[in-house]
């Protein structure tokens, strides 16, 4: 098992966390059959420890993490680009702008929501993943439309968008996900706003992806390489700059706003909270908070050792 470990690793070029999950697929597979044995030992323990310290130097995180495209940067690509196509290819640009925005709103993966060139949807498993159009809906009231109803929607904007995932790369069981999206009438700048223009003008079919319809198709390529010119435009590194840079600003925008973890697991539809922690960024403010806390002498004093932790180490008076 060992040796299948380490060719999954040099030859097939898998992460550690993958090969992980193929060895408990083995081991599910045992069990299936009552099998005595286990693919488990010490030995595969030390393999898997030495390849993930390989893993460290040679792929250190630092040189792949992407920087967050947070909501003031989706602002400048509409200003910049997307309303250039309004008279011409108005389609288009609405598409660019909603597929950045829904990105954003739900967290999405790539895969959750765009398609690749010809409009196909991701396969995970044999189960289509790409949200479909009649998978996102939109609330007026007690009642809803889904996008692929077009012209038909109410001119005015919904108060609500929700959307269905009925399969995603966390969730390996297809027990799916609803997630909402409350709008904010007084906000111009509300994304509904820029779902419910998209949904009225695309014409979308309802077992249609919702970024691959009649008139566009929008692939993750096409959205990177925008978000590339944005930064570039901005003077941020647009090296550090992809598609999953929405997913990231995302949970940036939470941490900033101090949303609890349990919140922002749900946002992103993580399904260990370890996961996203590497996502984790500081505004100054909160750089702030924790250095008023350190200077402060008071938060922590000698009493509070004595008291809180010291007694739990002194000696039980004698008898």
Known sequence: MCQFAVYLFTFEKLKTKTIINYLAGLQHKLVTIDAKQTV??????????????????????????????????????????????????????????????????????????????TGLRKMV??????????????????NFYPASAGKHLPKQPPDMISI???????????????????AEPNNPDCMCKVIHHYCRIADLQPNQPIFAGPHVIITGEMISEY??????????????????????????????????????????????PRSFIIY?????????????????????TVHHIKKFYQQHNQEPPSC
């Open 40 to 117: 488990w030992s010490p030995a595969l323990h030390q393999t898997m420890k030495g390849m993930k310290r390989d893993e460290a130097v040679y792929s250190p995180l630092a040189k792949r993490m992407k920087l967050p495209f947070v909501r003031q940067m989706i602002l400048h690509a509409n200003k910049l680009y997307f309303k250039k196509y309004k008279y011409t290819k108005p389609v288009l640009g609405a598409a660019l702008h909603a597929s950045m925005c829904l990105g954003l709103m739900f967290l999405f993966r790539k895969s959750e929501y765009l398609t690749n060139k």
């Open 125 to 142: 498993n044999n189960h289509p993943v790409t949200l479909i159009a009649n998978d996102l809906q939109l609330w007026y009231g007690e």
């Open 164 to 182: 269905f995932l009925g399969y995603s790369k966390a969730d390996q069981y297809g027990k799916g996900a609803n997630r909402f999206f409350p």
């Open 227 to 272: 978000m590339k010119q944005t930064a570039i435009a901005l003077g941020v590194d647009h090296n550090k700059v992809s598609h999953h840079s929405l997913r990231i600003a995302g949970l940036v925008t939470l941490f900033a706003a101090e949303v609890p973890d349990s919140l922002k697991q749900l946002a992103g539809r993580w399904a260990d």
């Open 280 to 300: 984790a960024r500081a505004t100054m403010q909160q750089f702030k908070t924790i250095s008023t806390a350190l200077n402060n002498p008071q938060l922590v």
